[in-house]
């Protein structure tokens, strides 16, 4: 079995797939010692400007040395713009991260701008952690005009902006096309779960091993198939779906693997931080599009990206995700604050530099800024077309106060079922138990 994907982002970095994949791609651990960056300390911020008129502001993000290596170049893009804005950086895996950030918000000094998720938002603004961005936008000091595909929306919440997009992924499937091409399947855009099913058996038959890594884990795929059936993973307050619901899902995941046409998880265990599609344990898995790179660079075939299934033939339930920045309600800086993301979101250079470290550019002026040249990218970005222009995007479903910790368990649990170490009834049981607690809260 694959971990879960969170915007997460794809993201879904995150507690998911989307995380699991990032911390894979990324050699965690790098200091800001070791690139030469001011990194911060979990207290003592920069209060107010330097006498010269110079203010300071702290920036915060996980990742490793290859993401703050980029997001370095551009910050010195953004000295020479504005010189009496100095922007001082902090970096950490994601797991850390967060452990980190807690502890600065509890003590009231959280960074003044920082890497955010959609599984946040509600827990942070609830901790009055978040500032609302809408008054900068008002005043001129960040815009919100550009963006893709409606992501200018994605990050606001009950009225309020609390994160601004730098890129967005979508949720796709993952192929070996070898694989694909030898046991004679084409995925197109809106075959359903039948075609799918009846995929999995042919590469399996005819290709010599299991169709798909495992569909135990993956929230977001269940997510996108609960949406294409009127359903949620979360609604506003809470849980989408029921106990059935989720007990049909993995019953079915169990039965794949027991007729080999998934992977079996103690395999795909074995070979882990491999994937099980570059390890050749199976024919493709579902994944965040922006993620492709992490295929090409452990394995030795071609892979692709291939549409979800729908269950009607036209609805995917997919959307943009996407990796956000937001800011902290204590900033004492907020006009800075908001002009450094405007910079960050908006300035053409910056889509150069980082190209799709965290997704594909959110601002259609980056998106034309950053002409991937190599196969890999040029495939994550006509897959990103491809879906507007086949009308399938629809609005990402509010995430609730708790979202994180559902999203963790939900992972956690559906490995242990994968495993074997639970049954789908005590797993079902128990992801449901654990989530009541989280949104209780």
């Keep these: ?180 091409t030898k046991a004679g399947v084409k995925p197109e855009q809106g075959w359903t779960w039948d075609d799918f099913d009846a995929a999995m058996k042919r590469i399996r038959d005819r290709a010599g091993r299991a169709g798909d890594s495992g569909m135990y884990g993956v929230m977001y795929l269940y997510d996108l198939y609960l949406r294409q059936n009127g359903k949620a993973f979360f609604t506003e307050d809470g849980l989408g779906f029921t106990e059935a619901d989720l007990t049909d899902w993995w019953a079915k995941a169990e039965k794949g693997v027991q007729e080999g046409v998934y992977a079996d998880a103690k395999k795909v265990a074995q070979i882990k931080p491999k994937s099980a599609v570059s390890a050749e344990l199976a024919g493709g898995e579902f994944t965040w599009d922006n993620f492709t790179v992490r295929y090409t660079s452990e394995g030795k075939s071609e892979y692709g990206l291939a549409p979800i299934p729908t269950t009607d033939g036209k609805k995917t339930g997919q959307y943009l995700g996407s990796l956000m920045l937001s800011a902290s309600r204590r900033t004492e800086h907020p006009k800075e604050v908001a002009q450094f993301i405007d910079f960050m979101v908006h300035d053409p250079e910056v889509a150069k530099i980082m190209g799709y470290d965290r997704g594909v550019p959110a601002t259609q002026a980056q998106f034309d800024a950053f002409q991937p040249t190599d196969e890999v990218n040029k495939g994550i970005a006509a897959y990103e077309t491809s879906l507007v222009e086949a009308g399938v995007l629809e609005p990402i479903t509010p995430h609730p106060n708790g979202a994180d910790i559902c999203e963790a368990a939900f992972l956690r649990i559906a490995e242990e079922l994968a495993l074997g170490k639970r049954s789908v009834d005590e797993a079902v049981k128990q992801f449901f138990t654990e989530s009541k607690t989280a949104l209780a809260g």
């Design 1 to 180: 079995m694959q971990a879960a994907a969170t915007l997460r982002g794809g993201s879904t970095v995150r507690t998911s797939r989307n995380v699991e994949r990032r911390t894979i791609l990324k050699a965690a651990g790098a200091t800001a010692a070791t690139l030469g960056l001011a990194a911060t300390t979990g207290c003592g911020g920069d209060g107010g400007a330097s006498a010269d008129g110079t203010v300071t502001i702290r920036y915060a993000w996980w990742g490793a040395e290859d993401r703050a290596e980029r997001i370095n170049k551009t910050i010195e893009l953004f000295h020479k713009k504005y010189p009496k804005i100095k922007v001082k950086t902090d970096f950490q895996p994601y797991t850390d991260f967060w452990k980190k950030f807690n502890t600065q918000a509890s003590g009231g000094n959280p960074p003044d701008v920082f890497q955010n998720a959609i599984g946040f938002l509600r827990k942070y603004d609830a901790k009055n952690v978040l500032l609302d961005l809408n008054e900068q936008v008002e005043a001129g000091n960040l815009s919100m005009d550009g963006f893709r595909a409606g992501l200018e929306k994605f990050g606001e919440i009950d009225g309020k902006l609390l994160g601004v997009p730098v890129g967005s992924n979508s949720m796709a499937l993952v192929i070996d096309k070898p694989v694909y």
